[in-house]
């Protein structure tokens, strides 16, 4: 193995992947700021505020453990490849 990624283009998987990550986590941090900004100013809403901000974090959950199984699964299939002879993958 060269140990060497191979070259990323543009509007593929890898971009579309990127920018979903990108988005949670900007959901993430917004739900967080307005609710330390309402927790803050006690408002009486606060608690709705936390709980969007709990359930976006769910996103961001699933897009790092997500990632890793594809990461994973994508090593493997690209292992497979390898034995079988044929360098379909790269």
């Known amino acids: 193995m060269k140990l060497k990624l191979p070259d990323s283009s543009d509007y593929g998987v890898a971009a579309s992947v990127q920018g979903l990550g990108l988005g949670a986590l900007f959901l993430v941090l917004f739900s967080g700021l307005i609710w330390f900004i309402t927790w803050n100013a006690n408002l009486s809403w606060a608690n709705d505020v936390e709980d969007v ?15 890793g199984v594809m990461g994973i699964l994508h090593v493997f299939v690209y292992s497979k490849s390898l034995k079988g002879g044929g360098d379909k993958y790269h």
Do not use: P, S
């Open 53 to 67: 901000h709990k359930f976006v974090t769910g996103f961001v959950q699933a897009y790092i453990i997500g990632h």
